[in-house]
Nanobody
């Protein structure tokens, strides 16, 4: 089982940057894939980026490529989402989630952190 807690959301002007953090706990984190998702009002939750604890392989949604970077700090059991060149369309609640490497389903979710982008 994995427990995740997000932090780092806030208000930023368009063109600005934010770094989200996801603190994870669990006995076998190295067997998990960590993902960032977001959900804007009236829209479905969508995938943003993911990273494997073991090996660090990453994957990004097209909307995130070139602007967002996902990374991990194994010593701190923390995953980050660096977001640059933010746009008003990036405003959403951002969620951190975890899935086992052998599964496509994310089973463990945080409470989310709000990102607001002013134009």
């Amino acid at each position: 089982q994995v427990h995740v807690v997000e932090s780092g959301g806030g208000l930023v002007q368009a063109g600005g940057s934010l770094r989200l953090s996801c603190a994870a706990s669990g006995r076998t984190l190295f067997t998990y894939v960590m993902g960032w998702f977001r959900q804007a009002p009236g829209k479905e939750r969508e995938f943003v980026a993911s990273i494997w604890w073991s090996g660090g392989s990453t994957n990004y949604a097209d909307s995130a490529k070139g602007r967002f970077t996902i990374s991990r700090d194994n010593a701190k059991n923390t995953v980050y989402l660096q977001m640059n060149s933010l746009k008003p369309d990036d405003a959403a609640v951002y969620y951190c989630a975890a899935r086992q490497q052998s599964s496509y389903r994310y089973d463990y979710w945080g409470q989310g952190t709000q990102v607001t982008v002013s134009s």
